[in-house]
């Protein structure tokens, strides 16, 4: 399982994104929402915020990702529960949110909107959503993807199409080369410039 954390200031647009029904979205959890019509859904998002009109960015936005797999494992109770438990352990709690299912990709996935305006704290948010991720997939007996070796190339986007170039360059010289010099001197022929930080007075 891997997340992406988004944040925003409009819920018009994420609830319009997440709900889309070009997407196949099927809405498979929520709380705190009117749930008869999507812009309604919206409107009890908006109304919420305004009662704390002193938090700026108020939507949460998370999409949960799993590997093709363990498609066969991922029922829509199954993913509402896991998208529970990773909110749950976030700190994401007591407040209004939406877990929509798409089915745009081949690989399944979710996407979480919920309500900032408690001040729910980022504080390290990705650092420990990508712990919570490793725990939950663990626990659940998911399939741990290779990271880097499942990219979609051609769908990156900068700065991350740049650093899966370099990944892919390094991967290839380091099988080649034995000693750093040798290393730093083939990197230098394909222009990757490589600058070492120090810390201490060491």
Request: with cysteine; aromatic share 8%.
């Amino acid at each position: 399982m891997i997340a992406k954390i988004m944040k925003g200031s409009g819920f018009k647009g994420v609830i319009n994104y997440i709900l889309d029904p070009k997407k196949g979205t099927e809405l498979i959890d929520s709380s705190g929402v009117r749930t008869d019509s999507i812009s309604h859904i919206a409107q009890s998002f908006i109304d919420q915020t305004e009662l704390n009109p002193r938090v700026g960015k108020v939507v949460g936005h998370i999409s949960l990702s799993f590997s093709v797999q363990d498609s066969s494992k991922l029922s829509n109770k199954f993913m509402a529960q896991m998208a529970r438990e990773y909110m749950e352990k976030m700190g994401i709690k007591d407040t209004q949110y939406i877990i929509g299912r798409h089915f745009d990709k081949e690989h399944p996935h979710v996407h979480i909107a919920f309500n900032r305006g408690k001040t729910i704290s980022d504080r390290n948010d990705r650092f420990r959503s990508e712990k919570i991720c490793k725990e939950l997939t663990a626990k659940y007996g998911l399939y741990f993807a290779d990271g880097k070796e499942n990219v979609k190339e051609h769908r990156l986007k900068e700065p991350d199409k740049t650093k899966y170039e370099i990944y892919q360059v390094l991967k290839a010289e380091i099988t080649r080369c034995r000693d750093w010099k040798t290393l730093l001197s083939h990197l230098e022929k394909q222009n990757i410039d490589v600058r070492f930080k120090y810390k201490g007075n060491s």
